[in-house]
């Protein structure tokens, strides 16, 4: 059974840095693109980034560009999201999902909330 | 980037009638080398992540009852519900994932019950 895992959310103040981390078991992690996605409360989803089976290749949406950083560690079969600079409007639950051959999303966990706030 | 936009966005449907869900993209998203295109539909209930319905526009994923389909090519897609059941209340969100990243989701459609 395929499973993912997040964790790493927290409340922070505006400006500063968290580290989210999605677990992954149950397939081959060095087979998978996989993404990260973000809802703010009550609000809907958002494409966040993504990163190829061999972390190679990263993409991510204009909005966080320059303040996160997506990586892997096909090793220990996780994925990370670095989020620096943050802002209120990051606030949000962040979901990791497996990609099917690097586009649609099979797979979700059950998401980690990160508050930005003073 | 491509942007993809929904209607309604909100839609109230009686119990074992249709209900019908519209996503336009911005651009073509016909991958034309294996003739597909590309938009998916999830599913989200409160309090749970988004369940895969639809991919390639049409195929439905494994598990999916057959009252959920998909339809559309180019710019213009449909998801339908036929014989609408309690369950299916939820918010529903096209996404597509045509070339180079982002790969960006409609704003969503609330399904309610009439």
């Known amino acids: 059974e395929v499973q993912l895992v997040e964790s790493g959310g927290g409340l922070v103040q505006p400006g500063g840095s968290l580290r989210l981390s999605c677990a992954a078991s149950?397939?081959?992690?060095?087979?998978?693109?996989m993404t990260w996605v973000r809802q703010a409360p009550g609000k809907g989803l958002e494409w966040v980034a993504n990163i190829k089976e061999d972390g190679s290749e990263e993409y991510y949406v204009d909005s966080v560009k320059g303040r996160v950083t997506i990586s892997r560690d096909n090793a220990k079969n996780s994925l990370f999201l670095q989020m620096s600079s943050l802002r209120t409007d990051d606030t949000a639950v962040y979901f990791c999902?497996?990609?099917?051959?690097?586009?649609?999303?099979?797979?979700w966990g059950q998401g980690t909330l990160v508050t930005v706030a003073s | 980037d491509i942007v993809v936009t929904q209607s309604p966005d909100s839609l109230a449907v009686s119990l074992g009638e249709r209900a019908t869900i519209n996503c336009k993209s911005s651009q073509n998203i016909l991958y034309s080398a294996i003739n597909k295109n590309c938009l998916a539909w999830y599913q989200q209930k409160p309090g749970q992540p988004p369940k895969l319905l639809i991919y390639w526009a049409s195929i439905r994923e494994s598990g999916v009852p057959d009252r959920f389909s998909g339809s559309g090519s180019g710019t213009d897609f449909t998801l339908t519900i036929d014989s609408l059941q309690a369950e299916d209340v939820a918010v529903y969100y096209c996404q597509h994932y045509y070339g180079t990243p982002p790969y960006s989701f409609a704003q969503g459609t609330k399904l309610e019950i009439k």
């Open positions: 149950g397939f081959t992690f060095s087979n998978f693109w």
């Open positions: 999902a497996r990609d099917r051959g690097g586009s649609y999303y099979e797979d």
